[in-house]
């Protein structure tokens, strides 16, 4: 079992920056790809980044050039930079790891709250 908990979520205001994080209980990243994903109220959970176990990392369109996703082997943890923060960016950030090889297990993190708002 593979645990993952975030931090770094809190009240920022339009243009400001926060960075999240995501811890796991196990090294992992080998075999997993880690993502983040977000709930704005009221709407479906959507894929914002991720970063593959051989580091590749894509991007919704809606965050590309703002976000970057990163992670630190040594640490276990997954970063999300998000810059240039936009009210439409609020909502609940989850952290995902997608396991790669048989059995394929997923593990959700329990979410942490970003609110852009002035």
């Known amino acids: 079992q593979v645990q993952l908990v975030e931090s770094g979520g809190g009240l920022v205001q339009p243009g400001g920056s926060l960075r999240l994080s995501c811890t796991a209980s196990?090294?992992?990243?080998?075999?997993?790809?880690m993502a983040w994903f977000r709930q704005a109220p009221g709407h479906q959970r959507e894929p914002a980044a991720e970063i593959t176990a051989g580091d590749v990392t894509n991007y919704a369109d809606s965050v590309k050039g703002r976000f970057t996703i990163s992670r630190d082997i040594g640490r276990n943890t997954v970063y999300l930079d998000m810059n240039m923060l936009k009210p439409e960016d609020t909502g609940v950030y989850y952290c995902?790891?997608?396991?790669?090889?048989?059995?394929?297990?997923?593990?959700w993190g329990q979410g942490t709250q970003v609110t852009v708002s002035s």
């Open positions: 196990v090294n992992i990243f080998g075999i997993y790809t």
């Open positions: 995902h790891a997608q396991g790669i090889l048989p059995p394929n297990q997923s593990y």
